[in-house]
Every structure is written in C-alpha cells, then in structure tokens.
C-alpha cells in the first residue's frame, strides 16, 4: 500500500473507531468496516444467518486490503491503550455453528476479526458484561406466516417457520418441533422459562400495518416451562 494511501485509511479507521468506542464504550474490525462502507448495514446479519460462508464473502474488498485495515485498526488501539477481549461468534442458525470471517480460514486474522476493543476506563466487571454480550447467540427467530409455504426440505407446511437460505423450513426438519409456544403477556414467566430452556426461538409475524415484524411470544422446551410454572404455584401456595 502507498505511504499516502495508507495514511488516507488510517484516518478513516481511527475516525470510524472513535466513533463506534464513544457509541459503545468498545469497537471491533466489524464497526469500523460498516462505518467506512465496507459492510452494507444488513451484511452482519444475513452472515449470521448463514447467507455467506464468511463475512468477507459480503464486501468486495480485496482480503489483502482488509487485511492491512485490521492492522492499522489494531495499531490504533493499542495507541490509545485499549483493553483487547476475544468474544465467539455463533451462527443465528438451529445448528449455532462457529462463525467463519474470512475467506483464508487464517487462525491469526480470524482472532483479529474476534477481538473487540474496550475503553480502560471502564470497570473490569462492566468490560466482562460487554464481552459476555458480544460472545452471546443471537436469538433464533420463527415466523407465524400470513400466506401458504412449503418447506424445502419435505415438501410440508405448518403454523410456523423458519428461513433459510433455500427457503422457509418447518420446525420438524430443523429439530425445533418439539418446543411450546408461549404466548406473550407475562414478561416474568417468558424470562424464567428463557432462562431455563437450553433452546428457545422469539416468534414473530408480520404486521401490514406497521409494515414490520411483531413479537408474538417464545418457543421454549416443556419441560423447562412446565418448572418454572410449577415455582411460581408453590410460591403463589407459600
């Protein structure tokens, strides 16, 4: 990369870092590319779901040049003393398959894509809950349909679905069928029995008059809800 080149890139990646830390209180190689135009707003997220094999596959910047941008980020913040924290990545998929980044499979530039960045002036409990927060896989997420499908794998259809890449899937042919739906309404009950379901998926539909998808409730596994209702009968009995 030429001196002057690269000088015009570490600027925008220290502008885009100092952004996202004074936002957020931390930053990572994936802020700073969505600030400078890297990553469309969406490409997060549709990796997540499994319509890239890996984040680079969403931009059409050269890895090398990726590359050079995630060491001059890292030099960045070592200068300003940042406190470096390595987080997973898990797949917003039944599966939560492991994350890949970039198109290489590199240990050293996968680890470079990981790691987020924390201001020192925070407590060592609250940069704990920051990388906790990071670490955390998303929350699958089913459709209550409007319109007739059929799944992709087996040809079904059902009350619910959910996307993937091919298309709608039913909860049988993803392994989520044996869970219960759990109306909204008690943010209490929905809270414990999240807690306590080692699988659980938000359910939600879609609403033509505020043109947006809705909360309708949870799936979560019965016998995880069945404890947490029978808690809350013995202490109603107490």
């Not at 997973?88 to 290489?104: I, K, M």
Request: a positive charge; aromatic letters at 6%.
């Amino acid at each position: 990369m030429a001196r002057k080149e690269r000088g015009t890139l570490a600027e925008r990646i220290a502008g885009a870092a100092e952004a996202a830390l004074a936002a957020q209180d931390c930053v990572c190689c994936i802020d700073v590319m969505e600030r400078i135009g890297w990553l469309y707003p969406e490409a997060a997220k549709h990796w997540r779901v499994g319509q890239f094999e890996c984040l680079e596959d969403a931009t059409r910047v050269n890895p090398s040049r990726i590359l050079d941008a995630m060491r001059l980020f890292q030099i960045w913040a070592e200068a300003k003393g940042l406190i470096a924290n390595e987080t997973q990545y898990v797949a917003r998929t039944p599966q939560r398959q492991t994350l890949r980044f970039s198109r290489s499979g590199d240990a050293a530039i996968e680890r470079m894509y990981r790691t987020h960045w924390a201001s020192p002036s925070l407590a060592e409990n609250q940069r704990a809950r920051l990388t906790e927060k990071a670490s955390r896989a998303p929350d699958l997420v089913v459709i209550q349909p409007l319109n007739d499908w059929t799944c992709h794998k087996c040809g079904g259809t059902g009350g619910l679905l959910i996307m993937e890449v091919p298309g709608p899937a039913c909860l049988r042919c993803v392994g989520l069928d044996d869970l219960e739906f759990l109306p909204g309404g008690d943010a209490l009950l929905t809270r414990r029995a999240k807690a306590k379901s080692a699988r659980h998926a938000v359910v939600v539909r879609f609403s033509k008059n505020r043109r947006r998808y809705e909360r309708q409730g949870l799936l979560v596994e019965p016998q995880s809800l069945a404890e947490v209702r029978r808690q809350f009968e013995e202490h109603e009995v107490d």
